[in-house]
Each structure stands twice: as structure tokens, then as C-alpha cells.
């Protein structure tokens, strides 16, 4: 497998020789991180692929932030986007990202310090605030510097406003663990491809599936999404296994 972030083969021991980015091993199916010599979950026999893991520090530089939320049940997944007040969901308004000059490539890792990000969650690119009048134009001309997103291998849901303002994105890349895909552009193509809000022609999307068609079925899409891919907005690729 080739690094996520620099696109150099992984060593025998999961690690970068270029540019020294760590890898596990994660479970497909549940999301499990596991041994560094694993091959399969013991829990539910799911395929082990390497997930990019970050030390805290390393999360702080690249300008992700995650949190815990609160559930019912004490289930604390982790995910990318806002934090947890205590009592519940708090997520309105409090992005994710942070870097004032974004990147052209994002790749979001799937492991934080040996714990597993779960997904990504509304509005971590852009929230609401961003979009105020008197802000727009500068959320626009900062965000379309982002052209590719890659999620690593293990992250399992994407929130129905994940991308919010990337109004460049070129390039979605999705591994084959994802099971929920509620992001379906709708911010990009209101109007269709007609100009958007910062007055550009938005091109096509194209999201590259790290998996084959057939497993592209078995995620949970909105028909939104499905009708945007008729439509030609969304163009979709798969790399297979």
C-alpha cells in the first residue's frame, strides 16, 4: 500500500520511509484498531488494512480538532469535527479544520493516538458563521483551495454536511470501510452547475472508491446523491480491492 500522504510504498513495519507517517492496522467491518501483525478481526473476522495514525501533535499541525460525543449508551466513537459540551451534542457553528490557509490535499487519518475516528461530522470544514454575509467571500476564496480529500482506511461515516464550503473540491477519495455517506453535495449544486455563491462554474465531483462497485451498493447513500451522479455532478470511480 502507498502512503496517503506522499504516495511513497509502506515498509514492512507500516511506516513511511519518506516522510515517516505511522500506520495500523485497522478492521474494516467494525472499525477495530488492532496488532501490527494482524491480518483479520478477531471480533467480527473483518479484513485488516493500515490506517494513518497521528499523535495529537501531529493532529494540532495538519489543523484537525476531534471529540467524543455524549451517547445514551456511553458508546464514545471519536470523530472529526466540534466537541462535546458534557451533555450532548454540541457541533453548531464550531469547525474541525482550523488551518487559515488550507491545503490543496486533505487526507484525514483514521486513528489518534491508538483510538479510532469513527467519521466525519457535520460542518467540519465550514460552519454557519462562516457564511455570513460580511464573511462569504472570504470563506469562498479560502475554501476552494482544497481540491482532494482522502479519508484513510477504517473511518465508517461521512455527516451530511462533512464538506460544507469546499467549493473547489475536485477529488473525494473513500475507503472501502465507509458505510454511511450522507454528504451529497447539495451546498455545490443547489442550482446545479450554475455559479455558486463566490460566482464560479462548479465542475463535477468525482469521488474515487477505494473498493469495487459492488461494495459501493452496500453504503447508505441519500437519493440525492444517486440523483446527482445521473445528472453527471457527481462522477464516480471505483479502484477496486
Not at 499541525?61 to 459540551?85: E, S, V, W
Not at 491545503?103 to 457564511?131: K, M, Q, T, Y
Not at 458505510?179 to 460566482?199: A, E, S, V
Not at 447508505?220 to 453527471?232: E, K, L, M
Amino acid at each position: 500500500m502507498k502512503c496517503e500522504l506522499c504516495s511513497a510504498e509502506l515498509g514492512a513495519d507500516l511506516r513511511c520511509p519518506a516522510c515517516g507517517a505511522n500506520y495500523v492496522p485497522v478492521c474494516l467491518g467494525c472499525g477495530r484498531v488492532l496488532p501490527k501483525e494482524a491480518r483479520r478481526c478477531p471480533d467480527c473476522g473483518g479484513e485488516a488494512l493500515p490506517g494513518l495514525e497521528m499523535t495529537r501533535a501531529e493532529l494540532r499541525k495538519a489543523g484537525l480538532k476531534c471529540f467524543m460525543p455524549f451517547t445514551q449508551d456511553r458508546n464514545y466513537d471519536i470523530y472529526f469535527g466540534g466537541h462535546n459540551d458534557g451533555e450532548g451534542y454540541l457541533f453548531n457553528d464550531i469547525k474541525g479544520y482550523t488551518r487559515e490557509i488550507p491545503e490543496s490535499r486533505v487526507v484525514l487519518p483514521s486513528v489518534a493516538e491508538g483510538l479510532p475516528i469513527h467519521g466525519v461530522w457535520n460542518a467540519f470544514f465550514c460552519a454557519g458563521d462562516d457564511f455570513l454575509p460580511e464573511l462569504a467571500e472570504a470563506t469562498f476564496e479560502r475554501m476552494t483551495a482544497i481540491r482532494e480529500v482522502v479519508l484513510s482506511n477504517g473511518i465508517r461515516e461521512v455527516m451530511s454536511y462533512a464538506f460544507l464550503g469546499c467549493a473547489g473540491l475536485e477529488n473525494l477519495e473513500l475507503p472501502r470501510s465507509v458505510r454511511i455517506m450522507k454528504h451529497d453535495f447539495y451546498d455545490l449544486f443547489t442550482d446545479g452547475q450554475q455559479p455558486m455563491g463566490n460566482g464560479l462554474w462548479k465542475s463535477p465531483v468525482t469521488v474515487r472508491y477505494r473498493g469495487t462497485e459492488e461494495d459501493w451498493q452496500k453504503v447508505a447513500v441519500t437519493s440525492r446523491f444517486w440523483d446527482y451522479v445521473q445528472r453527471g455532478y457527481i462522477k464516480m470511480e471505483y479502484l477496486g480491492r
